[in-house]
């Protein structure tokens, strides 16, 4: 099979399996035990805490660890004051618009933070959002769909700055270009594990001091009694290792993925119909989106598929449900074109052969006659 979808998930890298394997087999203690069995345990934990706050530029006590990204976001969302208004980006992940349309209807006056035809927020929304005095604002660091990479320290200063809390969802952007959370500026960011060569099933929200964040499951008081529960230890474990091996061969990874994106951005755009979106802005390394008029995009990602090359119609939640993509058209992308489009996310492992066979598949499939 040829893998190119690596925003839905990845395959996790052998070197995080090894590490992760003991914790399933030898090291089953539950790491709030007081015994040494469990304090092994509890300090495997803390060495992952110590791997991803290395990543990021956090101090460990800033981590929660969540069952994932959608987790971490839902999770963001409760720092919301009671009475107060919440602003979205109009190209975030459904695990952050869902929570803020349930806010809506639970009386919290929701915003929508408009994008460009390219899918980047402007300084003129941000002003316009600012007046209207949210309590919360949330955009993501990179769009899963486009790639497109926002300039979010940019906006938090802003938006900091008149007392609004900023949370940034960088599920996608977390090994594929730096991140450092003070930089950024941020109150609060989501990060998974899977997208990044861990195991499913694991995430965090990291938080600042300013954050009030309200628990949604209570319990045994785990995670600062923000998230209870016992750990998921052989996933955090695992998630600590993913991160570090991003955080080490992030350079060597984001050009490899480039030098491939460059190929197959230079063959897509030499058959004829074929647009990338988004195509001249900032976005991930391995992230390209494109779209032609009259193609049926889930009709092609199945023939595709039947050839051993599995690629998205949008994103992964998404896929199958029939409707254009919602990042399409805040992007303005027409009904007709967004329903055409494929998503094509490279990984670590892909080569530039997998890219002219899959090339050279999509002309024959493309081309009529
Ligand atoms: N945010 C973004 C941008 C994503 O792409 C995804 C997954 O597709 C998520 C959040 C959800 O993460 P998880 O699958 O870990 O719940």
Redo the contacts with the bound molecule.
């Keep these: 099979m040829i893998y190119f979808d690596h925003?839905?998930?990845t395959a996790i890298d052998d070197r995080v399996l090894e590490t992760m394997l003991p914790f399933l087999k030898f090291f089953f203690g539950n790491p709030s035990s007081l015994y040494r069995h469990g304090r092994l345990v509890r300090s495997a934990i803390d060495t992952a805490r110590e791997q991803i706050a290395g990543v990021i530029g956090v101090h460990v006590t800033q981590i929660i660890f969540t069952?994932?990204?959608?987790?971490?976001?839902n999770l963001a969302l409760t720092a919301i004051k009671s009475d107060s208004k919440l602003a979205i980006s109009a190209v975030?992940?459904?695990?952050?618009t869902e929570p803020a349309e349930y806010l809506a209807r639970q009386g919290h006056e929701l915003k929508f933070i408009g994008v460009d035809r390219n899918g980047i927020v402007s300084q003129e929304a941000i002003n316009e959002i600012i007046q209207q005095r949210p309590a919360l604002v949330s955009i993501?660091l990179?769009?899963?769909e486009t790639g497109v990479i926002q300039d979010v320290a940019h906006y938090a200063q802003q938006l900091k700055n008149k007392g609004i809390i900023v949370h940034t969802?960088?599920?996608?952007a977390l090994g594929k270009i730096p991140i450092d959370f003070k930089r950024l500026g941020v109150n609060m960011m989501?990060l998974?594990?899977?997208?990044i060569y861990g195991p499913?099933?694991?995430?965090a929200l990291i938080v600042d001091k300013d954050v009030n964040l309200k628990a949604m499951l209570l319990g045994g008081g785990q995670e600062q009694g923000l998230r209870a529960g016992t750990e998921n230890v052989p996933a955090i474990i695992g998630f600590g290792k993913a991160a570090e091996l991003a955080g080490l061969e992030l350079a060597q990874r984001a050009g490899h993925l480039l030098k491939l994106r460059n190929i197959l951005e230079d063959r897509l755009l030499s058959i004829q119909g074929i647009s990338i979106f988004a195509k001249d802005v900032e976005r991930l390394p391995n992230t390209v989106q494109f779209g032609m008029e009259g193609m049926d995009g889930e009709m092609l990602l199945m023939k595709l598929d039947k050839k051993g090359i599995a690629v998205s119609s949008g994103?992964?939640?998404a896929s199958g449900g029939g409707k254009p993509s919602s990042v399409l058209v805040a992007m303005g992308v027409t009904a007709e074109l967004a329903k055409g489009a494929i998503r094509v996310s490279l990984g670590k492992s892909n080569t530039e052969e997998e890219i002219i066979e899959f090339i050279d598949l999509l002309e024959t499939l493309v081309t009529p006659g």
């Design positions: 925003n839905a998930t069952s994932g990204g959608t987790e971490a976001n975030e992940h459904p695990s952050i993501m990179a769009n899963n969802d960088a599920v996608q989501t998974s594990s899977h997208k499913k099933g694991c995430g994103s992964a939640c």
